[in-house]
Each structure stands twice: as C-alpha cells, then as structure tokens.
C-alpha cells in the first residue's frame, strides 16, 4: 500500500453505461475523479446522462466496461453485501426531496440512521444520541425550529434542508445532489448551495451536484464537469471556466432528444 494520502474519493475511467443490450450507450467513455472537500458541478442538458452516472455510482445503473471505484469499492463487483455498504456511504439529495411529508421534520432526518442500522422499525426505535445528533444538523442547516413541524408543511426550500440534513445524518464519505435547486427559487437555490459546499469543506467528502443553470455552477462549485450525449466535452477547474469555455455543453441544450 502507498502511503501517500490519497484524496481521490471516487475514481471512474472510461465508464460506458447502457439500459439494455443493443440499446445505445447513455453514458459513452466517462472519465470523473472527486477529491474529498471539493464541490464538483455536473452540468449538460436534459437526457445527457447526469442522474445515469450518479446511478451507476450507487450501483442503479448497469455498468458495461470500463471503471469505477468509491473508495475502496470496485463498483463493477460488487456483491449484495457491499452494494448495501456503499449505498450507506453515499449521502443522496434529489430535486423532490423525497421527505415523508406526514413525519415530523427531526423524524425526516432521523431516518437517514436507517441506512446504516438496516431494516428496523422505523417509529420510536431512535437513541436520544441520534436525536441530539439530528437537531445539530437541522440547527446546522438553519430549520433546528421546524424540527417538530410535519415535513410536508415547509417551503421548498426548507424541505431540500432536511433532507441534506438527512443525508449527513448517514455521516456519509460522498453526497450526490441530483438537480437539488431545480424547484426552488433563485435566492433559494444559492442558500443550498453554498450550504452543499460548506459541508463539502467541513466534512472533507466530495459533493457532486448536477445543475441546469450555468451561473450557479460557476458560483458554487471547485470543478465543472460538462456531460454531452453522454461523453464528457468540458472538464475544468471552475475558477478557469466562463460561460464560453461552457459553450459545448451549452450547444447541447435542447439537441438531446433528437440524438
Ligand atoms: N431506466 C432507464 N431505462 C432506459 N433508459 C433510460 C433509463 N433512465 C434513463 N434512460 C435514458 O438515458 C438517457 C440519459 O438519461 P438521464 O436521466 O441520465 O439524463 P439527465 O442528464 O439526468 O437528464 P435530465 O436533465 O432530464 O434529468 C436518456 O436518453 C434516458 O431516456
Ligand atoms: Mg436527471
């Protein structure tokens, strides 16, 4: 083993990923490293493969060759086993939220100790360590007063704060945010934002987050990777990128379907 401190949390070379046999590859040769505490924004236009390679990173997507390691994980085979412990790892934010709305917004983030403890009952089960622990978080992401609130009562944008407090409730080693500002509102979705790469830093894990708009990217992210028809047309350091050197990702938008 090298004793060198290697940052490079997940590691994917040349990754091709398609639904079914015969059918197209939706992901075509796909080269990411994410270093832990860097924020990472996936940019590229709708059908381009976004969610499919942070589906292929959960083990949702099939993969056909090439490579792709979370941690020590080789996600190409893996058994049922380790499936379960790298999904624990793997903190996931989505666009909907995914709360239970009927659950009380402490109980929302409680259910992220689910993923770790396997099944259990989910009601009543949780120590007051876990508890203290998930008014930390939802005092960290600035709702701790909504905690005994149902969850379906919050705004969009307090609803996306649980379920990020949620995901750190895993304590997880990578959070995959899938288009998590794609319903809230431009203040909004600088507030998540800034608040997923804070944690980025804080916790010292990679964030990969997928956007539509560019301007958000490029305020809230250390690299920018920009996906086309499946193949990745843009990979930079974000301080070195504007809109023009975007161009090939922007050029896609809209061209997808027809593809
Ligand atoms: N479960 C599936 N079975 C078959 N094809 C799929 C499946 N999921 C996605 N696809 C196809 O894979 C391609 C990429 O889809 P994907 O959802 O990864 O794109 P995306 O970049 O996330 O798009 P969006 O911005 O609309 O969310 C599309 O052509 C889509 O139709
Ligand atoms: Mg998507």
């Known amino acids: ?20 046999p015969g059918e197209p590859f939706v992901l075509d040769g796909v080269d990411l490293d ?21 589906k292929a990173l959960t083990g949702f997507a099939p993969i056909s060759s090439g490579e792709a390691h979370v941690g020590a994980h ?7 086993k380790q499936l379960r412990e790298v999904r624990s790892q793997i ?30 009952n989910l009601l009543g089960t949780f120590s007051s360590a876990d508890r203290r622990r998930a008014l930390e978080l939802l005092d960290r992401v600035g709702i701790a007063h909504k ?18 407090a949620r995901a750190l409730m895993q304590n997880p080693r990578l959070i995959l945010a899938d288009e998590p500002v794609a319903s809230l509102d ?23 987050v997928s956007l539509h708009v560019l301007p ?17 047309v843009v990979a930079g350091r974000t301080s070195e990128l504007d809109t023009d050197a975007l161009a090939p ?6 061209d997808e379907e027809d593809a």
């Open 1 to 20: 083993m090298s004793t060198l401190v290697d940052t490079r949390r997940v590691h994917v070379r040349d990754l091709r990923v398609r639904y079914a």
């Open 34 to 54: 994410l270093h832990d505490g860097e924020t990472v924004a996936l940019l590229g236009a709708s059908g381009s493969g976004k969610s499919t390679l942070m």
């Open 74 to 80: 080789d996600l190409t085979r893996l058994r049922a």
């Open 91 to 120: 903190g996931q934010v989505f666009q909907q939220y995914n709360l239970i709305g009927r659950l009380s917004v402490l109980t929302n983030v409680l259910t992220g100790t689910l993923y770790n403890a396997g099944p259990v």
């Open 147 to 164: 905690a005994d609130e149902q969850a379906r009562t919050l705004s969009g944008g307090q609803q996306q704060r649980v379920a990020i």
């Open 186 to 208: 431009p203040r909004m979705s600088h507030t998540v934002l800034s608040l997923l790469q804070s944690i980025a830093r804080d916790e010292g894990i990679p964030v990969l």
């Open 216 to 232: 958000l990217a490029l305020a809230h992210s250390d690299r920018i990777v920009g996906l086309r028809h499946g193949s990745v």
């Open 249 to 254: 990702v922007y050029d896609a938008l809209g």
